[in-house]
């Protein structure tokens, strides 16, 4: 029955949930779940999923091109008003419909609230129920198909460093660098950068999130670039660490310590570990090395459609770990006022441990 | 008392509206209106401003560079939990405190709500009251400083359309033309596109939100550009459409009526004119010549930090233009299995006029 569809399994998935939830449908208003779970690329529209049928509702300007690219799903034109969600409920004879409670703004809740006063033929009882992150938990499990668009994504992103790592001199501003690297990504067939490139020399280092600005690269300081491509919808994430010329006398030792809570987190980690106890991991390496203050953020996250989506490998993620899961592994170590390191790849679950996506060698001192 | 702040007037403004509103302070938490009313750059933070008081909110990531982006604001690290937001609210006798309800999600509502329970100390009445486009509708009417800004994201996509547009020729892609203009802008200083660039030939032109593809372009078709540059955070957005060669007999018909319609809008938009009378215009001389039933989006959109944002432009915005709002006049028709015609400029009321941003030149048949 759901053969017709561009991913049966996702929707099949999507239906175990909806049953599990003991609902009648679920409306999915986020673009990445819109796009997984129909194949439609759009910034606007919702699917509707019962256990028999799917509609895709958006409007003039995309109805055309739902048709070619969800198939399985029945296009219907919306308008501004909300008055087409009450009558499909009515038409599939839905009572409890979730919708994605972390996605729809309590504004948005309450116009469809009232648009749902207004229609008369409402069996009593339908309400809207609030669900939280079905579609992201089926999409922290990535099918086959997914971990070869990500590698390819990866792999787009690993070639772009090499290239631009080569080219890297001093003088040469942080923009210029994440510039090279978002041309070295696009011209081998990446759509787009997943994120704003970061690329942070010397003290901007410490920032995990400075943009890439006007400062200019110079010898002995670390640099720290974090990059990734976005191939088909999916996103590569990676960061090196590099130093021009004669690393100064701090950096060797952070990033040994860093490049050691990496690899024991990456060696170690396991299906069925939480996201906690995998950060853990790494966490204590840098702890014991006396630097625990300054790995102010999570090891990892999950990598798919989003550059940050499920699970969470943070000190406070509770959920299990599961086989063919994707995620970083990126601790780091920032000293204001100095600069910081870190180092971070992709990874995925396969029979019972982590493979790294990523190949960008690591830099060695 | 706002002298210290990166813009003072529109915090000026801000507390004009809580005061309004009577509102004992506000929490910002969308990222434009963030960094619009700080000067603070990130994915992740809150504000709270009250009458007398300004604080930042972010996490460990973003604090050093807070410090420096956003002068007077008092910057708060927080971590994961929302325990923050409720002791903010005690420090500052705020009791009435108004939220975004059209940026927060209701699950995150849910968890403020969940996270005030527990807090011993908050006095009884503290309330989240939802406000909806309080700092969207300070940013629809633009100060000189943000139509310079935009005036420069403007010229930058009028010099790449301009580069770009002299290259084309039958047999490139669509894709190809995309990324000549991504790289025509980022040359020029643009940080980004705006927004994923529309390149639509030929029947592809039909679907107004058309991506870039793998289709080629072809003489005598239709080729609707749709591009913008981002400056400073300040977002461009121009539309033009080419024909290679010999345009079909359609084209120069549609192109006609579509030109007719925006230089209408143009001359005769006045401040004090709803934007659905703004939109009634282009829209009259579209349906007079037959093709009203082909133009099935609105006439416009405000731009600035968004690519759309306030004012509305449309057959259904209420709200009055004013002096100073910045906003696009784009009419289009679309006729499937054909292609489609759209052109596009962003105008600012000024002096009781329009004037308009962008200089690139409309193609002459």
Known sequence: MTANFKHPHRIDRLRAKIEEEKLDGILISSGENRRYLSGFVSTAGWLFVTKANAVLCTDFRYTEQAGLQAPG?????????????????????????GFEADHITVAQFDRINEAMKDVKDLPSGTQLRPTQGITLGLRAVKDAEEVNLLSRAIQIGDEAFAEVEKTLSPGMTEEEV??????????????????????????????????????????????????????????????????????????????DIVLAAQLAAIEMVRPGMTGAECDGIARKVIQEAGHGDAFGHSLGHGVGLEVHESPGVGPSSPGKLQENMVFTIEPGIYITGWGGVRIEDVVVLENGRARVLSKAPRMKF
Chains 1, 2 share one sequence.
């Open 73 to 97: 799903y029945r296009v219907d034109r919306i308008g501004g008003k909300l008055d087409w969600m009450s009558k499909l409920f009515v038409e599939h004879g839905a009572k409890q419909v």
């Open 178 to 255: 994440a510039w090279r690297i978002e041309q070295a990504v696009r011209v081998r067939g990446a759509e787009a950068i997943s994120f704003d490139t970061i690329v942070g020399s010397g003290p901007n280092a410490a920032r995990p999130h400075h943009r890439a600005g006007s400062d200019v690269l110079r010898e002995g300081q670390t640099i720290v670039i974090d990059m990734g491509a976005r191939y088909q919808g999916y996103c590569s994430d990676l960061t090196r660490t590099v130093v021009l010329g004669k690393p100064d006398s701090q950096a060797k030792k952070v990033y």
